[in-house]
């Protein structure tokens, strides 16, 4: 479970193919502690001027897979594009262990700004409990579009941005992220290196935390994507790292 919540809380922070579309594929590998390498993610983003999907598989490796039993988990967002950003029109998690499978399914109105979330759970291929429920907030970015969408949310360095995300109910969709100046990053360098083209910082609700709300560092490589994350103080475990190898 807390594994799975890393990975949950680094994307903050991709399979469809359309006409004349970009394809981007970004790759990360995820350690933690004493485990070493615990899984990989695979993002992949098919995007024209209409239209977008973003596809993420997160699976786990060595130690972490075998306490997880083979846990693998699928994101999907698919939206339109508005003055070359992402909105989210939808956004679904599925998370399959062993015999269990749960699938979390967003769906965004933007004509009369509220967002439905679908909750289902499987066992033995069977369904054994389904909840929908409309949130309390509202927001044109999912988890995977606010990553993606970040070089063009964060214009400027020196500054703190407010952004809302739909799949973080526990913080009613806000991330307060931070980006230092040049003068101030030499705090974040000690953990991400010194090769990055801007640094920030966001904070996020997370149990798993030894603080109510967990830091998440992160360096963006001059192509605007995250080159690496570092998650702050994870309960028992020190810090957990994100490197992006593709």
């Known amino acids: 479970m807390i594994v799975r919540s890393i990975f949950l809380s680094i994307l903050l922070m991709i399979s469809s193919t359309f006409a004349s579309a970009k394809v981007t594929q970004v790759n990360y590998k995820a350690k933690f ?19 977008y999907q973003i596809d993420t598989t997160v699976k786990l490796a060595g130690l972490a897979k075998m306490i997880m039993g083979g846990q693998t988990e699928h994101y999907i967002s698919k939206g339109h594009m508005e003055k070359g950003k992402m909105v989210s029109d939808l956004y679904q998690m599925i998370s399959k262990k062993k015999h269990k499978t749960v699938s979390k399914e967003y769906r965004i109105d933007h004509k009369r700004k509220f967002v439905t979330k679908r909750y289902r759970k499987w066992k033995d291929g069977k369904l054994v409990k389904e909840t929908i429920e409309r949130l309390k907030f509202y ?29 973080l109910e526990k913080q009613k969709g806000i991330v307060k992220v931070t980006v230092p100046t040049d003068a101030k990053a030499s705090a974040y360098k000690k953990d991400l290196g ?27 490589d001059k192509d605007r994507f995250i080159k690496k994350a ?6 028992l475990y020190g810090d957990a790292k994100l490197i992006r190898t593709k």
């Open 33 to 51: 502690g004493i485990f070493g390498t615990v899984g990989t993610i695979k993002n992949r983003l098919d995007q024209n001027k209409k239209t």
């Open 194 to 220: 010194k090769s990055a083209d801007w640094y920030a910082k966001a904070l996020i609700v997370q149990k798993n935390f030894r603080k109510k709300k967990g830091e998440i560092l992160l360096s963006v």
């Open 230 to 235: 570092v998650i702050k103080d994870v309960l």
């Open 139 to 167: 927001a044109k970015d999912d988890l995977l579009t606010l990553y993606f969408n970040m070089d063009k949310a964060i214009t400027q360095k020196g500054k703190v941005y407010m952004i809302k995300a739909v799949g």
